[in-house]
């Protein structure tokens, strides 16, 4: 009988050292097996971490065990988005442990951790690994046990108008302003609500108010707002600020406002109508008016090289500047190239097939040179041509008194040989004892 017992006395004592060497073996392969210490996470401050911000863990660690341990170490392994934060110990230790804890005793850890400005929302693991000495002498045994915690991040909230794509609207002009709204948070945004503003009522939306609502908007997405705007006729040109005002509701519901400004410059380029004016003797003076909404500064008018009219002396003018509505004379001495025959109805019929180019410059609201290219339609019936073999005659009364003259010694010439011939008719007669022309007629 007493060999009985102790045989299942030593029976009994091979399964606990073989429990006691499981445990061991599979705390050093990293899985929970210890059935001393329980480790808990209790808190997290704030409840969701925030991209860029620090989160605070409260760690709980509790001996529930039959035998006391001691040395407790308990080491917070952060992993992305989480890392550690400079100066904050990442290993906290506990000297000593009692058997038999209850849920009110133990120790209470607190670990901080750096959030990646960068991260988005989800939920995350964290590794808390904890090593611990239980025994006493020889017989004491180093235990370690892993526990995986989850941590939730709450996206960041947060939105901008990146582009605006229009830098200059023109005055009396309708044209889109287009706002190119992007979520730069990690967090959806939603009930999004887009308004602008311009305090010197220069420009205004039309067809609609200067509100837009944008229901959904997801982390990194972009959308664009449309307004058709208008500026004031009467607006000065210059930069203008625009006020512009972003309402969003955050992850919670509840209301966000962002406000940004942006520059907007009203006026910009003009245009021109350009007339014949009148022509007196190669002399031609054209009509310029500016036909636009914005003032021109620095106005020049030139004629550039082409073909059949050819420039004598300056081929450009500067009139100075001209607001909307204003026009001024420019004056050329200008040479019709092509030799054109006919009557007067066919040569101005073949000008006007020809018209005269013409440039003009000047300079924007802005600062900017700008070039402008005309054709006008000219009168050349008091123009000098040219004619194709290179020599000139002059058009109008000059041509005519020309031809008179050319008439007038050809006639001449021609009496004063019949005259010629009359003398010498005469002096061969009497020589001859021929009566004299006048003697017949008696």
Not at 111 to 119: E, G, I, R, V
Not at 191 to 203: E, P, Q, R
Not at 235 to 244: C, E, M, N, Q, S
Not at 393 to 419: P, Q
């Amino acid at each position: 009988m007493k060999k009985f017992s102790l045989l299942i006395i030593l029976l009994l004592f091979s399964i606990f050292t073989c429990l006691g060497a499981g445990t061991a073996l599979g705390a050093s392969n990293g899985y929970i097996t210890s059935s001393n210490l329980d480790i808990n996470l209790t808190n997290q401050n704030p409840d969701a971490a925030r991209p860029g911000e620090p989160i605070e863990l409260t760690v709980s660690v509790q001996n529930v065990g039959t035998k006391d341990v001691k040395d407790i170490t308990v080491t917070v392994n952060p992993e992305y988005p989480f890392t550690k934060i400079s100066g904050e110990s990442l290993e906290k230790s506990i000297s000593y442990l009692n058997a038999r804890q209850d849920k009110n005793e133990g120790g209470v850890l607190k670990f901080k951790l750096m959030t990646d400005s960068n991260a988005s929302a989800g939920t995350y693991d964290v590794d808390i690994v904890t090593t611990y000495k239980s025994g006493s002498g020889s017989s004491s045994t180093t235990y370690t046990t892993t526990k995986t915690v989850t941590i939730d991040v709450r996206g960041k909230e947060y939105a901008q108008i990146v582009t605006i794509d229009k830098a200059n609207i023109d005055i009396a002009k309708e044209e889109t302003l287009e706002f190119i709204v992007t979520n730069t948070g990690t967090s959806p945004l939603k009930n999004m609500v887009v308004s602008w503003n311009d305090l010197d009522g220069v420009i205004l939306p039309v067809y609609s108010d200067n509100t837009k609502y944008i229901k959904y908007l997801d982390a990194g997405e972009s959308v664009t707002v449309v307004y058709n705007v208008m500026a004031d006729v009467n607006a000065d040109p210059g930069l203008y600020t625009l006020d512009i005002n972003l309402k969003l509701e955050d992850y919670d519901s509840n209301e966000q406002t962002i406000n940004t400004t942006a520059g907007v410059f009203v006026g910009g380029e003009t245009d021109f109508d350009v007339s014949f004016s009148e022509s007196d003797e190669g002399e031609i003076s054209l009509s310029v008016a500016n036909v636009g909404n914005n003032i021109a500064y620095s106005v020049k008018v030139s004629v550039p090289k082409q073909d059949n009219y050819k420039v004598s002396g300056s081929s450009s003018t500067i009139v100075g500047n001209l607001e909307k509505g204003d026009y001024t004379i420019a004056s050329f001495n200008i040479t019709n190239t092509k030799n054109i025959e006919g009557t007067e109805d066919e040569r101005e019929s073949a000008s006007t097939s020809n018209p005269l180019k013409v440039q003009i410059e000047y300079t924007d609201a802005k600062g900017e040179r700008i070039t402008v290219d005309k054709e006008v339609d000219v009168n050349s019936g008091n123009m000098t041509t040219q004619g194709e073999a290179g020599g000139s005659r002059s058009g109008g009364v000059s041509s005519y008194l020309l031809y008179i003259a050319i008439i007038a010694l050809a006639g001449g010439v021609f009496m004063f040989r019949k005259n010629i011939q009359e003398k010498i008719q005469v002096i061969k007669a009497e020589k001859s004892g021929v009566p004299k022309p006048e003697d017949k007629k008696d």
